[in-house]
């Protein structure tokens, strides 16, 4: 392509609204324009790129298997009624009308309507297993849309779907995708960690998200060599019960602490580490009180409590409930010496390691010192209820510390097991002739999503560094004037390296430093620089985008060079 015939709106100034580099660096290169809020134009340059990442995509698609498909985006609301999602969805879904007041949404996610398609067409297990996938425009009213295409309300995404006879084969697939997602991720020149991940509303058994690793990305992973990785919401901690030293025990001893209730204060005032203290919560899991210790200087994960008490709604129990069950005000609580002796006590693996620790003494203005498990109370059970926080060990590998980053979620897998078979009733015969649900997973990946991503992990103060697998152009001419014999042997390469790979001729009457700008703004891997001076020698300047010096080759080389 020639510059002059393309159409790159590239502007100097840095937009104000923009919220993240990424975003600034898409609107200053002309790849973008905001239309409206969290809703952007491609515009040519742009679209290469996403037609890149789109084309990567479906080459690790194919090669799993998977068959291409293009489904609607405005779905009819008695499919989603079906699975319940037209209520759950909540607010993100748009829900619009046809003239005939018949209601539709606009695709956020279409896990509905291939369980329709399957149940409809998929009639043997010899059909099985069957992936398809598109790639389509997915509408969500996200509550802020912001970070440029990272989070937009109108946003191009790649989602796959897989049907399984047996459970076996849907977890091998998801090996697979798990692994053709690690090669996306590894052509697109990523840094990044695939995490386990709560399953939110999409629901389902098992799910990871694939975390391009940049600082400013909107999740706070933690990872460690041996290849663990989790959202810091979901990580394991590791138990560390074995390794505990246990000293004497003391008797117990009731101290004055008047008015002070945090485990700040207390420790404060009785100069004691907050390690010593055991944090004791009072919830209500389905109305249900339950009490709940913690180290002091750590937080209970109410996800994970969640999940281990199987309840829909977990909320902290109100200052009447807390003194009703204690005997105390709020802050004064503690598993020993409670005033109603039924309910259930669930204790994290920290506590335990706790000896002759601190709580409240379900008192007023009173703590209890040297308090021992076991000897002084007696939890339920000890399991993990904690959010992991910085020190921690690898709860897999148990010999290094984790490292917390920051990432950008590019995909998502979820084995969904038979969630949307079930409510949409869509089964297959099986060899015996009788009939079961189909086992599913389904894979999204966010294909505008990892354009910005790309930008975010790799970029300097001159502009966007692309990987050469993204890049809209691989290569960039630049003759310091285009007439004469720079024309003549610029027109002479583009017309040789246009047959091999994608050239942009910089063909602008423009100076050259302007030149060399927008090719480092653009982002572009190779800058070949013609010139009087070097064309008398036959030698042309090549320069990476990576690198600062460039470098002279013969022009005859340039070819091999360049491959
Ligand atoms: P997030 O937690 O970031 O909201 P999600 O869990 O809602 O993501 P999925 O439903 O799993 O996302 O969608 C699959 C992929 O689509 C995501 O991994 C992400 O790359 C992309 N994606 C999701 N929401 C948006 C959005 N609003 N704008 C651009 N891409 C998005
Ligand atoms: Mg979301």
Same mark, same amino acid.
């Given at each position: 392509?020639?510059?002059?015939?393309?159409?790159?709106?590239?502007?100097?100034e840095?937009?104000?609204d923009?919220d993240?580099?990424?975003?600034?660096?898409?609107?200053?290169a002309?790849?973008?324009?905001?239309l409206?809020?969290?809703?952007?134009v491609w515009?040519?340059?742009?679209?290469?790129?996403?037609?890149?990442?789109?084309?990567i995509?479906?080459?690790?698609?194919?090669?799993?298997g998977?068959?291409?498909?293009l489904?609607?985006?405005?779905?009819?609301?008695?499919?989603?009624?079906e699975?319940g999602?037209?209520?759950?969805?909540?607010?993100?879904?748009?829900?619009?009308?046809?003239?005939?007041?018949r209601?539709?949404?606009?695709?956020? @996610?279409? #896990? +509905? !309507?291939? *369980?329709?398609i399957a149940?409809?067409?998929?009639r043997?297990?010899k059909? &099985?297993?069957?992936?398809l996938?598109?790639?389509?425009?997915k509408f969500?009213?996200?509550?802020?849309?912001?970070?440029?295409?990272?989070?937009?309300?109108?946003?191009?995404?790649?989602d796959?779907?897989?049907f399984?006879?047996?459970e076996?084969?849907?977890?091998?697939?998801?090996?697979?995708?798990?692994?053709a997602y690690?090669?996306i991720?590894?052509r697109?020149?990523?840094?990044?960690?695939?995490?386990?991940a709560?399953t939110g509303?999409?629901?389902g058994t098992?799910?990871?998200?694939?975390m391009?690793?940049?600082?400013?990305?909107?999740?706070e992973i933690?990872?460690?060599d041996?290849?663990?990785?989790?959202?810091?919401?979901?990580?394991?901690?590791?138990r560390?019960e074995?390794r505990?030293?246990?000293?004497e025990t003391? @008797?117990? #001893? +009731? !101290?004055? *602490?008047?008015n002070?209730?945090?485990v700040?204060e207390?420790?404060?005032? &009785?100069?004691?580490?907050?390690e010593k203290?055991?944090?004791t919560?009072?919830?209500?899991?389905?109305?249900k009180?339950v009490?709940?210790?913690v180290?002091?200087?750590?937080?209970i994960?109410?996800?994970?409590?969640?999940?281990?008490?199987?309840?829909n709604?977990?909320?902290?129990a109100?200052?009447?409930?807390?003194?009703?069950?204690?005997?105390?005000?709020?802050?004064?609580?503690?598993?020993?010496?409670?005033?109603?002796?039924?309910i259930?006590?669930?204790?994290?693996?920290?506590?335990?390691?706790i000896?002759?620790?601190?709580?409240?003494?379900?008192?007023?203005?009173?703590?209890?010192?040297?308090i021992n498990i076991?000897?002084?109370y007696k939890?339920?059970?000890i399991?993990d209820?904690?959010?992991?926080?910085?020190?921690?060990m690898?709860?897999?590998?148990?010999?290094?510390?984790?490292?917390?980053?920051?990432?950008?979620?590019?995909g998502?897998t979820f084995?969904?097991?038979?969630?949307?078979?079930?409510?949409?009733?869509?089964?297959?015969?099986?060899?015996?002739g009788?009939k079961?649900?189909?086992?599913?997973?389904c894979?999204?990946?966010?294909v505008?999503?990892?354009v910005?991503?790309?930008?975010?992990?790799?970029?300097?103060?001159?502009?966007?560094i692309w990987?050469?697998?993204?890049?809209?152009?691989?290569v960039v001419?630049?003759?310091?004037?285009y007439?004469?014999?720079?024309?003549?042997?610029?027109?002479?390469?583009?017309?040789?390296?246009?047959e091999?790979?994608?050239?942009?001729?910089?063909?602008?009457?423009?100076?050259?430093g302007?030149?060399?700008?927008?090719?480092?703004?653009?982002?572009i891997?190779?800058?070949?620089?013609i010139?009087?001076?070097?064309?008398?020698?036959?030698?042309?300047?090549?320069k990476?985008r990576?690198?600062?010096?460039?470098?002279?080759?013969?022009?005859?080389?340039?070819?091999?060079?360049i491959k």
């Open positions: 392509m020639k510059y002059t015939q393309a159409f790159i709106p590239t502007v100097k840095t937009p104000s923009a993240t580099i990424s975003q600034k660096l898409m609107l200053r002309g790849f973008i324009r905001k409206s809020s969290g809703v952007y515009l040519p340059l742009g679209l290469r790129i996403l037609k890149k990442v789109e084309q995509i479906r080459e690790e698609m194919n090669r799993i998977g068959q291409e498909l489904m609607p985006a405005i779905i009819p609301k008695e499919l989603w009624e699975t999602r037209w209520e759950l969805y909540g607010e993100e879904l748009y829900r619009i009308k046809d003239r005939s007041e209601e539709f949404c606009l695709g956020p @996610t279409h #896990e +509905e !309507v291939i *369980t329709d149940r409809k067409e998929v043997s297990y059909q &099985l297993p069957l992936m996938y598109q790639f389509q425009t969500r009213d996200e509550i802020r849309p912001r970070f440029g295409v990272m989070r937009a309300k109108e946003f191009y995404m790649k796959a779907y897989s399984h006879a047996t076996e084969d849907a977890g091998d697939y998801y090996k697979k995708v798990f692994d690690s090669n991720c590894v697109c020149g990523f840094k990044f960690c695939p995490v386990e709560t509303t999409i629901g098992f799910s990871h998200e694939f391009v690793i940049a600082d400013t990305g909107e999740e933690v990872s460690c041996c290849g663990y990785g989790a959202n810091v919401e979901k990580a394991e901690c590791l560390t074995g505990r030293t246990i000293g003391k @008797t117990i #001893e +009731e !101290v004055n *602490t008047p002070l209730k945090t700040e207390v420790s404060k005032f &009785l100069n004691e580490k907050p203290f055991i944090k919560l009072i919830y209500l899991a389905d109305e009180p009490m709940v210790l180290r002091g200087d750590s937080e994960n109410e996800e994970k409590l969640k999940g281990f008490l199987k309840c709604q977990l909320t902290l109100n200052a009447i409930t807390v003194e009703k069950l204690t005997g105390a005000p709020v802050g004064f609580a503690g598993p020993v010496k409670l005033n109603d002796n039924n259930e006590i669930y204790a994290d693996f920290s506590v335990e390691n000896v002759n620790g601190i709580s409240g003494a379900n008192k007023k203005d009173y703590h209890l010192k040297n076991g000897r002084d939890p339920s059970e399991l209820l904690r959010n992991i926080k910085s020190g921690d690898c709860p897999k590998c148990e010999e290094s510390h984790l490292k917390f980053s920051r990432g950008i979620e590019v998502h084995k969904l097991g038979t969630k949307y078979s079930k409510s949409m009733n869509a089964t297959f015969l099986d060899e015996k009788i079961n649900h189909f086992i599913m997973g894979y999204g990946i966010g505008s999503r990892i910005a991503a790309a930008i975010e992990q790799s970029h300097d103060e001159n502009g966007i990987n050469e697998s993204l890049a809209p152009y691989k001419i630049i003759p310091i004037s007439d004469g014999k720079i024309k003549e042997v610029s027109d002479d390469i583009y017309k040789q390296l246009s091999k790979t994608d050239v942009l001729l910089d063909d602008r009457n423009e100076r050259a302007v030149k060399f700008k927008d090719a480092d703004l653009l982002g891997p190779i800058r070949i620089t010139s009087d001076k070097t064309i008398a020698e036959n030698k042309i300047e090549i990476y990576t690198e600062k010096t460039p470098k002279l080759v013969d022009i005859g080389n340039l070819l091999d060079i």
